[in-house]
């Protein structure tokens, strides 16, 4: 590994005021370019580690860095963090305040003492990146569930991040919401953007994510997602089931209906590839 991470956690160990210690000498980074999906049971970890890695948090032991250099908490280390790294949480009740859409999404550009015309087109640019454009002057408490949530996500795209972080956020949406978030997730990673999601969902992690991470109680373990999420060992210690699609892959291959280096298939259409063709879809 010649490039240093992105944005990394180094030894850090971390727990709540009075509470059991949450996280112990973990060590977590997020590559360039990777869509990296964080997965544990309820309570493993999820959201703290992610507040750790966009600075809400500070380690007790350990090191955040930002490509390789350790950030400093003070107003200038959390601005550069701020502008590398930005966590949409899992609810966005949590995370909108403002009148109106428009007003909430332009809080974080204007907080970077950027010009009005930036700041402008900024907003203009986050609320289009979510396809919300239509809806920058509706009041935010408005909104219907999805909107709230996509009106978060643009506010986080407007300081144009080089790492988005998202905490469960398919959680509460509905299948077609789910579908227009993937997609919006994937343009966004076309631009360049590292997207990194926690969730306890694996076959939305199999089929969505490059790498995945997995919150054992013995620390990370990460992984190309096909490779990370057919091991039965490790998804039990995180307390996951196997993904279906690669159950799918054992009963194909078992069946001699999916060679043995073929990938296994992700989604409902990629399994009616392999049925149809025998050959797999993806090589
Ligand atoms: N604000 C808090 N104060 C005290 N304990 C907390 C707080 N937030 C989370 N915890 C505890 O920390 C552990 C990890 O929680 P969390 O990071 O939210 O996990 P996950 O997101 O994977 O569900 C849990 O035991 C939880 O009860
Ligand atoms: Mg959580």
Redesign the pocket.
């Known amino acids: 590994m010649s490039e240093p991470a992105l944005v990394a956690l180094r030894g850090v160990s971390f727990a709540?005021?009075e509470?059991?210690v949450?996280l112990d000498g973990l060590d977590f980074a997020v590559p360039e370019g990777r869509a990296l999906a964080l997965l544990?049971?309820?309570?493993?970890?999820?959201?703290?580690?992610m507040r750790l890695l966009s600075g809400g948090l500070r380690p007790h032991t350990g090191q955040l860095t930002v490509q390789g250099r350790p950030v400093s908490y003070d107003r200038k280390g959390l601005t550069r963090l701020r502008t590398t790294v930005q966590l949409v949480v899992q609810d966005p009740d949590d995370q909108l305040f403002a009148a109106s859409v428009a007003q909430d999404v332009s809080f974080g550009p204007l907080n970077l003492g950027l010009s009005d015309a930036e700041v402008r087109s900024r907003v203009a640019e986050a609320l289009d990146a979510l396809d919300i454009a239509a809806l920058a002057d509706r009041p935010t408490h408005l909104l219907s569930y999805g909107q709230r949530k996509r009106t978060a996500i643009a506010g986080a795209v407007a300081m144009r991040p080089r790492v988005l972080i998202l905490?469960e956020p398919t959680a509460g949406l509905d299948p077609d919401g789910q579908e227009r978030l993937l997609a919006t997730l994937d343009a966004l990673r076309a631009r360049g953007t590292t997207v990194v999601m926690?969730t306890h969902d694996v076959d939305l992690a199999l089929r969505w994510a490059d790498d995945a991470a997995l919150?054992t109680p013995s620390g990370v373990r990460t992984g190309p997602a096909p490779t990370a999420l057919a091991r039965t060992d490790l998804l039990r210690q995180a307390g996951l089931r196997l993904p279906w699609g690669v159950a799918a892959a054992e009963l194909l291959r078992a069946q001699g209906l999916l060679g043995e280096s073929v990938a296994g298939p992700r989604t409902a259409e990629e399994l009616a590839a392999v049925t149809a063709t025998g050959a797999g879809p993806r090589g």
């Open positions: 709540y005021d509470g059991p949450v544990g049971r309820n309570g493993s970890g999820k959201t703290t580690l905490d926690a919150l």
